[in-house]
């Protein structure tokens, strides 16, 4: 509720005979903690009997009457445009006006919110993005053709960065979007401390094979060769249908990683030995989805 409409309703029940004490107790009882201070009320309740109208502030030298004309809400609207991440405070100082009527126009007027950016592996070239859709586009056709021979021929690999905690929170990198814009992006590419490389190799039917890399040693062209002869040596042990089969790989095409301790490996060999058959199946089948938005999406990273 704005400040006017508050000293509207302070108006309206002193002109009920209340006390300013009985008008406190009434705002208490319905805006709670945003209920104007006693001393507040008083205040406006002397002034009415003096015979104030008005519930609007005086205007004061070195600050403007807080109105939402037009000109306010395009001067704000071009403000946020130029820096998203502009703080309601510094939009506030910048006009000179209260950080209530800032917020207010955004979002009762320009319908914008302020939201943390999306974490992605990398902001992806127009070069990618073309193979990313182009890919999808094969692999989509493949999948709708034969579901259960693709489910047998399909392995996919992760490399992900096992973590001891959470390496940053997500709240400096709000920014502000306005309708229908999508959620911001921004590169993963803060180190932390404290945490391993993990590369687990898996299909439809589970886990094949998991590689933890070793301290002092780092992801290139030559230890992902070797990665990739580990798994044919254990697909045919594992997965012998596949052994004169042509395999479908899906690989990322991350780049090179390092790591420097192995401390929690045991927890993360617990974690996916503790996983059903099925969580597999179901995350292979849900890449007809993933295929489908990043087709239409123009192979861009795609939304969870």
Not at 19 to 47: A, C, G, M, R
Not at 133 to 154: D, G, Q, W
Not at 236 to 246: D, S
Request: hydrophobic share 35%.
């Amino acid at each position: 509720m704005e400040k006017s409409e508050k000293r509207a309703v302070i108006k309206y029940f002193y002109l009920k005979g209340l006390t300013p004490f009985q008008i406190k107790e009434e705002l208490d009882s319905t805006l709670k903690d945003s209920s104007p201070s006693y001393s507040t009320v008083k205040q406006w309740v002397s002034e009415f009997k003096k015979g104030r109208t008005s519930t609007f502030d005086e205007p004061r030298s070195g600050r403007p009457v807080e109105v939402t004309t037009p000109e306010m809400i395009g001067k704000i609207h071009m403000m946020v445009m130029e820096d998203r991440r502009l703080k309601v405070s510094e939009i506030a100082e910048a006009t000179r006006t209260s950080t209530e009527r800032v917020r207010h126009i955004l979002h009762e007027y320009l319908s914008m919110e302020k939201l943390c950016a999306r974490w992605v592996p990398r902001l992806l070239t127009v070069d990618q993005k073309l193979t990313r859709k182009t890919v999808s586009i094969e692999n989509l056709a493949l999948y709708k053709r034969n579901l259960s021979e693709f489910l047998r021929r399909f392995i996919t690999v992760d490399e992900t960065w096992i973590h001891h905690y959470t390496p940053e929170s997500k709240q400096q990198s709000k920014q502000w979007i306005g309708p229908g814009e999508p959620t911001p992006k921004k590169a993963k590419n803060i180190l932390s401390a404290n945490k391993f490389m993990a590369t687990v190799f898996w299909d439809g039917k589970g886990i094949i094979f998991i590689n933890y890399l070793e301290k002092g040693k780092t992801i290139n062209g030559q230890y992902y060769a070797e990665l990739l002869q580990c798994l044919k040596d254990v697909v045919t042990t594992k997965r012998q249908h596949l052994a004169k089969k042509k395999i479908l790989f899906h690989h990322d095409n991350a780049p090179a990683h390092s790591s420097s301790n192995r401390e929690v490996i045991d927890a993360v060999n617990e974690y996916f030995e503790g996983l059903d058959e099925s969580d597999y199946k179901n995350g292979i089948t849900a890449l007809e989805h993933r295929y489908e938005k990043c087709i239409n999406f123009n192979g861009e990273y795609v939304e969870k």
